[in-house]
């Protein structure tokens, strides 16, 4: 469990100096964390760019994926993550969309229940669309306390 956990954080610090390296490297003509306001008669939306979606079973929310979406904002990373982005009166689907649209990657915490939802597929399928149209490495794949043959048991391009 130890060596486990030890793996999942040197993971993640990898995740964070790539992410961190792939910022300054379009930083000059990418600002990702301001949001520019677009005003119309009846309405105001904010569109935004983020540096990562986190997509996550809820189960796993306080034991690892919160920490997580917390350690990378603090870093200063501008994440795509429910408890950040989602609010009161919001489509959660035209919500959950827009970020898995506007997000560089797409940082999925692989679990047991993780693979059990469908909320979870449509968000990991999303995210393959993604790559299948042409654009490089999006998903970033963490796995939480999950086997090789349970991710090969659910999409073995993830392993």
Request: proline share 3%.
């Amino acid at each position: 469990q130890k060596k486990l956990e030890k793996e999942q954080l040197d993971y993640q610090k990898k995740i964070t100096r790539e992410l961190k390296s792939q910022k300054r490297a379009i930083s000059p003509s990418h600002k990702f964390n301001r949001p520019v306001i677009n005003k119309s008669d009846e309405t105001e939306d904010i569109t935004e760019s983020y540096d990562v979606f986190i997509s996550h079973a809820t189960e796993d929310k306080d034991s690892f994926v919160r920490p997580l979406a917390e350690l990378l904002r603090a870093k200063g990373i501008n994440v795509w993550y429910d408890e950040f982005s989602l609010g009161w009166g919001k489509s959660l689907r035209k919500t959950i969309d827009y970020g898995l649209a506007n997000s560089r990657f797409g940082v999925v915490v692989l679990s047991k229940s993780f693979i059990k939802k469908d909320w979870t597929e449509y968000e990991l399928n999303g995210l393959t669309a993604r790559e299948m149209s042409g654009e490089n490495q999006v998903i970033l794949p963490i796995w939480h306390e999950v086997s090789k043959s349970d991710i090969l048991k659910f999409s073995p391009t993830l392993v």
